[in-house]
């Protein structure tokens, strides 16, 4: 079952939606490089790095401090160069995420520890919001639940293959995507 209420979810959309609109994001651009769309809407940094092997991603912001060598305030996303690409794509959305949820956009620091090792349940709720949104960032609910319903009569795996060429992540979140979208449509 999905971790959060219906309303939360509904919220997460609509703050992700008005955060579309604001910048001018098309859900399709994000389809086809996020990292471009950071880049050209938003002016962020987006950098692989070599992290620390329990570390997938993080983002700094700090729009008033000591500026970078190029003279540009810091703003910038890394993402563990470690971790497969679908992994990092879903890091670099889960931090995108971060800064859409964020109530001030001028300094902000999150640092990612990959959360396959069910450990910390501490900031968990907050995390899953962030995945959550991270997870309609990357397969938006109308063309999402566009696809299920074209998909419907293949096989699961036909199905998952075709999900995961066209949405790029890894499998474990395209089904949890599948099952919250349900949830919302029958919310
Ligand atoms: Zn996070």
């Known amino acids: 079952m999905q971790k959060l209420t219906i309303e939360k979810m509904k919220d997460l959309e609509t703050k992700k939606q008005i955060f579309f609109e604001q910048y001018n994001i098309s859900e399709n651009d994000i389809i086809n490089s996020i990292s471009d769309v950071l880049r050209d809407k ?4 987006v950098k692989e790095m070599e992290l620390p092997h329990d570390v997938d991603g993080a983002i700094i912001v700090d729009l008033n401090g000591e500026q970078t060598r190029n003279n540009k305030p810091i703003k910038r996303i890394v993402v563990n160069s ?22 001030n956009k001028e300094f902000l620091a999150f640092r990612d520890h990959s959360r396959n090792k069910k450990s910390s349940s501490s900031n968990s709720n907050f995390e899953n919001e962030v995945d959550y949104m991270a997870a309609s960032i ?19 795996v036909e199905k998952y293959l ?7 992540v890894e499998l474990p979140a395209i089904i949890y995507r ?3 979208v349900a949830a919302l449509n029958n919310g």
């Open 82 to 103: 470690m971790i497969n690409k679908f992994r990092q794509r879903f890091t670099v959305a889960h931090e995108l995420a971060h800064y859409i949820l964020a109530d």
């Open 162 to 168: 075709i999900l995961r060429q066209k949405y790029r």
């Open 138 to 156: 990357l397969m938006p609910i109308k063309a999402f639940f566009a696809d299920i319903e074209r998909l419907k009569n293949r096989s699961e």
């Open 178 to 180: 599948e099952q919250e």
């Open 42 to 45: 938003l002016d962020f940094e």
